[in-house]
């Protein structure tokens, strides 16, 4: 079963910063990575995802960079707001299993204004 | 587009009752839903897979006599907890995607949520 392993688990970030999370994956068979943002009390809301044909994809201030070699994929949030104060997790397709999603542990990241 | 909503947000139930959860998509056919279980400041963890029409598919561990998951229509699946408990208390939240579950970039729309708590 496909793991993703998601770092760090909390991040303090000052307003206007850059806040930056992890994944690494195991399986390599697909190159498909959603981002999903949540807050409190909520369900989570996809807020970027990558396929398989392109190695960074920008949306506003967020930046999703991909590298295949090293299994790892990385979420950039640039000028950093209070509003991007969330939990935010990395997903990856298991291993022969369609569009089942194997979610990394989250980030809880805080935005200090 | 791409709505998916859930009933009741929240509820509050004895020990030993059943509790019904809606999930419906509300702008979307969506031949595939998923129900997660989300414990405070922990992740998605899936229950179950459902094909509209079919048998739901239950991750290992998860008692499929316990969480009953009917997928009767193409906007409509029902997450039942069966005689819950204390430890049933959870957040649980449903996806929905308009494709089969083959469809590696297709997108899952989660639902707001249920907040249940058994007392």
Not at chain 1, 82 to 88: E, H, K, L, N, V
Request: charged share 15%; hydrophobic share 35%.
């Amino acid at each position: 079963q496909q793991q993703v392993k998601q770092s760090p688990q909390s991040l303090i970030v000052q307003k206007g910063g850059i806040s930056i999370i992890n994944c690494a994956y195991e399986n390599t068979a697909f190159d498909y990575f959603p981002w999903y943002q949540q807050f409190p009390g909520k369900g989570p809301a996809l807020l970027i995802a990558i396929r398989p044909d392109v190695s960074e994809k920008k949306e506003g201030r967020f930046t999703i960079s991909f590298n295949k070699s090293a299994k790892q994929f990385s979420l950039h949030i640039m000028d950093s707001q209070p509003g991007d104060s969330a939990t935010y997790f990395c997903a990856a397709p298991r291993h022969n299993a369609g569009n089942m999603l194997t979610f990394g542990g989250g980030t809880r990241l805080m935005v200090k204004p | 587009g791409a709505v998916v909503s859930q009933h009741p947000s929240w509820v509050i139930c004895k020990s030993g009752t059943s509790v019904k959860i809606e999930c419906r998509s509300l702008d979307f056919q969506a031949t595939t839903m998923f129900w997660y279980r989300q414990f405070p400041k922990q992740s998605l963890m899936l229950m179950a897979t459902s094909n509209e029409g079919s048998k739901a598919t239950y991750e290992q561990g998860v008692e499929k006599d316990k969480f009953l998951i009917n997928h009767a229509s193409l906007t409509l699946s029902t997450l039942t907890v069966t005689s819950a408990h204390p430890e049933d208390s959870s957040f649980y939240i449903c996806s929905a995607t308009p494709g089969l579950a083959g469809d590696v970039t297709d997108t899952q729309y989660f639902g707001p949520g249920t907040r249940l708590t058994v007392l």
